[in-house]
T-cell receptor
Framework: AQSVTQPDIHITVSEGASLELRCNYS??????LFWYVQSPGQGLQLLLK????DTLVQGIKGFEAEFKRSQSSFNLRKPSVHWSDAAEYFC????????????WGLGTSLAVNP | SAVISQKPSRDICQRGTSLTIQCQVD?????MFWYRQQPGQSLTLIAT?????????ESGFVIDKFPISRPNLTFSTLTVSNMSPEDSSIYLC?????????????FGSGTQLSVL
């Protein structure tokens, strides 16, 4: 069965430090992959998505993610974290290739120290 | 991008009562969905709200407990019926929008429900 795994439940970084949030997937074919962010009291916002082509994907708010088939990973990165990046981050992939039904990771909670 | 307004943003309800959550999109969308996000867990799809017909429910969710309406292409409601503390969760409305890069799933701000 398909699955999306986010190994880190909670991460704390200092403001200005670099960030990498891990996401691993299990899916036979090349998956579509998404990263969403959920700020406190707000809904989910799409950060970026990978469909095909260039494996390094640029998103909003200075985030990027790299699709690595050999590692079944789609890790989210940001070179310099801002305090406003503190939020919950979710990795997701369509179930069975259906973009309308996503399988979600459990999320990674990011705290940013001043 | 389309904007989803969801209300109420939060509510505290008594056991045995029902709550209806409203979801309004500022443009016509083909697909609307309802998700549940329980504490410490990932998002779970409850159902697809179909315009003009009965909603399509995922395994583990039934219409009697979570009746859904979709009277038009911009509006949907989810009712959580006969609530128990186990229904305490965040409920999220979402919709798909077709862009130049394909379909995009976007979300409302959620309804934080606490059942006493």
């Amino acid at each position: 069965a398909q699955s999306v795994t986010q190994p880190d439940i909670h991460i704390t970084v200092s403001e200005g430090a670099s960030l990498e949030l891990r996401c691993n997937y299990s899916y036979g074919a090349t998956p579509y992959l998404f990263w969403y962010v959920q700020s406190p009291g707000q809904g989910l916002q799409l950060l970026l998505k990978y469909f095909s082509g260039d494996t390094l994907v640029q998103g909003i708010k200075g985030f990027e993610a790299e699709f690595k088939r050999s590692q079944s990973s789609f890790n989210l990165r940001k070179p310099s974290v801002h305090w406003s990046d503190a939020a919950e981050y979710f990795c997701a992939a369509p179930e069975g290739g259906n973009n309308r039904k996503l399988i979600w990771g459990l999320g990674t909670s990011l705290a940013v120290n001043p | 991008s389309a904007v989803i307004s969801q209300k109420p943003s939060r509510d505290i309800c008594q056991r045995g009562t029902s709550l209806t959550i409203q979801c309004q999109v500022d443009s016509q969308v083909t697909m609307m969905f309802w998700y549940r996000q329980q504490p410490g867990q990932s998002l779970t799809l409850i159902a697809t709200a179909n315009q003009g017909s009965e909603a399509t429910y995922e395994s583990g969710f039934v219409i009697d407990k979570f009746p859904i309406s979709r009277p038009n292409l911009t509006f949907s409601t989810l009712t959580v019926s006969n609530m128990s503390p186990e229904d305490s969760s965040i409920y999220l409305c979402s919709a798909t929008e077709t862009t130049g890069e394909g379909e995009k799933l976007f979300f409302g701000s959620g309804t934080q429900l606490s059942v006493l």
